[in-house]
């Protein structure tokens, strides 16, 4: 959903279920697979339930973004 950010995930063997706050209306949606685009400090701020492996989690909540360039040169 658009405008909706992410609340919570919840995921198991058999599917997953994310959480989003619409216009102060919490909804979800059941889906069989989940790919996140959601930057590591903003996913940091999401409940994860069962929270995934404990490196993977620190990893997520400790990961520091930096500015950066880049270039590209023909």
Do not use: W
């Not at 209306?25 to 339930?49: M, W």
């Not at 995934?52 to 620190?58: H, R, S, Y």
């Amino acid at each position: 959903r658009y405008n909706s950010p992410v609340l919570a995930i919840e995921h198991s063997d058999t599917g997953a279920k994310i959480f989003y706050d619409q216009d102060g209306r919490v909804g979800h949606i059941e889906c069989d697979r989940v790919i996140s685009a959601i930057p590591f400090t903003t996913l940091a701020k999401v409940r994860i339930t069962p929270p995934f492996a404990e490196a993977k989690m620190n990893a997520i909540k400790q990961l520091k973004y930096e500015s950066a360039s880049r270039v590209l040169i023909e």
